[in-house]
């Protein structure tokens, strides 16, 4: 009798923010990411000058928990999610812990997506969801094998979830989604009428 069996399994975190650290309220963190995002020239000027659509503090400001308590008080939730994600994993990080290394803003209108890439030099990376409108853009993760697929045929549409070449994910506000940074990901079209899709992204790397 023939077995088949799963390998290799690419593991999705997908949680609350506020099971974890002290507790944060969506539309004040949706307030706070509005006046830095007004406040934050040098992001305005990146984001014009690149193409980007809407505002991301990547380029300008990454050090957010630093600087505005209740970021802070997001690190907190997301240090623990992290850490309960990396039991998941089992890693062996050798005495060593997984650490913050940058935070920042996403605001997404209408119209706009974020093209499909990884996140180098980090270990664990992911998102929290302050403003999901109507139609907002899901969160689309890419089988990684896709590079040594070569001669292999598409998957049929009815496809089993696991054996799907895309995975779509719609974050509600005030869910995080943690993945490992190679995992190749895209934000899609947002198609809210009027209304901005806002998130927090973030990295982690491998502490000293």
């Given at each position: 009798?023939?077995?088949?069996?799963?390998?290799?399994?690419?593991?999705?975190?997908?949680?609350?923010?506020?099971?974890?650290?002290?507790?944060?309220?969506?539309?004040?963190?949706?307030?706070?990411?509005?006046?830095?995002?007004?406040?934050?020239?040098?992001?305005?000027?990146?984001?014009?000058?690149?193409?980007?659509?809407?505002?991301?503090?990547?380029?300008?400001?990454?050090?957010?928990?630093?600087?505005?308590?209740?970021?802070?008080?997001?690190?907190?939730?997301?240090?623990?999610?992290?850490?309960?994600?990396?039991?998941?994993?089992?890693?062996?990080?050798?005495?060593?812990?997984?650490?913050?290394?940058?935070?920042?803003?996403?605001?997404?209108?209408?119209?706009?997506?974020?093209?499909?890439?990884?996140?180098?030099?980090?270990?664990?990376?992911?998102?929290?969801?302050?403003?999901?409108?109507?139609?907002?853009?899901a969160l689309r993760y890419?089988?990684?094998?896709?590079?040594?697929?070569?001669?292999?045929?598409?998957?049929?549409?009815?496809?089993?979830?696991?054996?799907?070449?895309?995975?779509?994910?719609?974050?509600?506000?005030g869910e995080v989604l943690?993945?490992?940074?190679?995992?190749?990901?895209?934000?899609?079209?947002?198609?809210?009428?009027?209304?901005?899709?806002?998130?927090?992204?973030?990295?982690?790397?491998?502490?000293?």
């Amino acid at each position: 009798m023939a077995q088949i069996e799963s390998l290799f399994v690419t593991r999705i975190y997908r949680a609350n923010l506020n099971d974890f650290g002290p507790g944060v309220d969506p539309e004040e963190v949706e307030a706070n990411c509005w006046g830095i995002a007004e406040d934050d020239e040098a992001g305005q000027q990146w984001c014009e000058d690149n193409g980007y659509p809407g505002y991301t503090s990547y380029a300008s400001l990454t050090d957010l928990p630093w600087r505005n308590p209740l970021f802070a008080d997001i690190k907190q939730a997301l240090d623990a999610h992290v850490a309960a994600f990396v039991k998941d994993l089992e890693f062996n990080l050798d005495g060593r812990e997984l650490v913050l290394e940058d935070l920042w803003i996403n605001i997404l209108p209408p119209g706009g997506y974020h093209s499909a890439h990884i996140h180098p030099h980090s270990v664990i990376s992911g998102t929290t969801y302050v403003a999901m409108p109507d139609g907002a853009s899901a969160l689309r993760y890419e089988d990684p094998r896709h590079a040594r697929m070569m001669a292999a045929p598409p998957r049929r549409k009815d496809a089993r979830r696991e054996q799907q070449s895309f995975i779509y994910f719609a974050p509600d506000v005030g869910e995080v989604l943690l993945w490992e940074s190679w995992l190749r990901h895209e934000v899609m079209l947002n198609k809210a009428e009027e209304d901005e899709r806002i998130s927090v992204s973030f990295n982690y790397k491998w502490g000293e």
